[in-house]
């Protein structure tokens, strides 16, 4: 895509579920594994219990899956050498009637899941999505069945293969469903949004998030708790990927996510993943015409202009607000905010200069510069910033018109 163009819609990229504080389930994916002696557990066989003692057999399934827990909460990497996975997903199988059970073994199978892709693949071929997805539907009213089977659910969605399978088993709808029953639960939020934007990924899954109320349930979890990092987080990066859509950013625009998405970063303007997230929400909102005043008023451009003299050694968040004024500067009004008032101007110039090597900041400033050189005055402030290697040369052709 030439720089000189004005419109810019990022590309969609999966990444891991990011856990920026351990909320009960144990291991984050970035999290090193170490090995540990085969010796460590013993995986108990089902079919030794007595089948006339059901109670007694859940108890010691749910002890079993705990040991399980605690063996995938640290950092390993064999614990698929002793049927770990098959004897966690055994456990959602046979024993549908207990929370317990259940819970623990949503626990394991997020933290197996997020160790690697081998276990990954172990838990779709044992019918772990759908055991995962049963549990939800079984258990609806357990916040903890909920929050630690969305937390299963993203992991096992960072495949792209495994999508398909999430998805036929009904998983979107019943993330979508935990999110409006418990609404005041920020665990189950947090998981289910990272569940979302990892399955948002793909264009058709998307969709169904959509038309499950997807959007609707990602934007209340933002007003509901404000206050809530990781909430906000998830919640930007889901939308990010839902934004690529036009359709779906009338329903984000609707449903009050830009004022949203703005309002968690001025809540937390410290934290560069809500600002990277938010940054590049906006940009992909920003993309449709109808949007960028619609950004502008509710305090967006200020947003983005504030995150980059705040976070100027951070490339993420530059370039995502970057990409961000590259798209809002398209609007009239929009650019006089980022050039007469806020300093939008050094803002880019600065973030070149800080980033020379970085071709993504590169790209997307000089874009933007270049969206917002249109007129003489505006032009002669680049100069002055520092900025006359962005603009267009007299073999360049300009930027076409605003749309």
């Known amino acids: 895509m030439p720089v000189v163009n004005t419109n810019h819609t990022l590309s969609k990229g999966k990444r891991p579920l990011a856990v920026d504080e351990d909320d009960g389930g144990g291991l984050a994916e970035s999290s090193k ?56 997903v055994a456990a959602l199988q046979r024993h549908v009637h207990s929370a317990d059970v259940k819970h623990q073994a949503c626990v394991a199978l997020r933290n197996l ?10 838990v779709v071929v044992s019918g772990g999505v759908e055991a995962v997805v049963a549990a939800m539907q079984r258990h609806g009213s357990h916040a903890g069945v909920q ?70 349930a990602v934007v209340a979890a933002m007003k509901r708790h404000g206050s809530h990092t ?16 036009e359709e779906n950013d009338a329903r984000i625009v609707v449903s009050g996510g830009v004022e949203a998405v703005v309002a968690a970063m001025k809540r937390h303007g410290s934290h560069a993943g809500v600002q990277t997230e938010a940054c590049a929400a906006l940009c992909n909102l920003a993309h449709e ?14 947003a983005v202009v504030a995150a980059m003299k705040r976070h100027g050694s951070h490339a993420g968040v530059q370039t995502e607000a970057c990409g961000a004024l590259r798209n809002l500067a398209v609007n009239e009004e929009n650019r006089a905010r980022i050039i007469v008032d806020l300093g939008g101007v050094e803002a880019l110039v600065a973030a070149m200069k800080r980033h020379g090597s970085h071709a993504g900041v590169q790209t997307e400033a000089r874009a933007a510069l270049r969206n917002l050189s249109r007129n003489a005055e505006i032009r002669a402030r680049i100069v002055d910033s520092g900025g006359v290697d962005a603009l267009p040369t007299a073999t360049t052709p300009p930027p076409p018109p605003p749309q």
């Open 113 to 122: 899941a997020a160790a690697n892709e081998e276990n990954r693949a172990r």
């Open 147 to 216: 929050q630690q089977a969305c937390g299963a659910l993203s992991h096992l969605a960072i495949t792209g293969e495994h999508d398909a399978r999430i998805v036929d088993s009904g998983g979107v709808e019943a993330v979508v469903a935990a999110m409006k029953r418990h609404g005041s639960h920020a665990g189950v939020q947090h998981q289910a949004c990272a569940a979302l934007h990892n399955l948002a990924f793909h264009e058709e899954n998307a969709a169904r998030v959509v038309d499950s109320g997807g959007v609707e």
């Open 289 to 302: 015409e109808k949007n960028r005043a619609r950004i502008g008023d509710s305090g967006g451009v200020e």
């Open 230 to 245: 990781d909430v906000q987080h998830q919640a930007c990066m889901a939308l990010r990927e839902l934004a690529v859509d």
């Open 33 to 88: 594994k170490k090995k540990r002696s085969k010796s460590a557990a013993h995986v108990h066989e089902e079919g030794n219990a007595d089948d006339d003692d059901e109670s007694s057999e859940t108890t010691r399934t749910s002890l079993i899956c705990e040991t399980l827990l605690n063996m995938s909460s640290k950092p390993v990497d064999n614990i698929d050498e002793r049927d770990g996975v098959e004897a966690v």
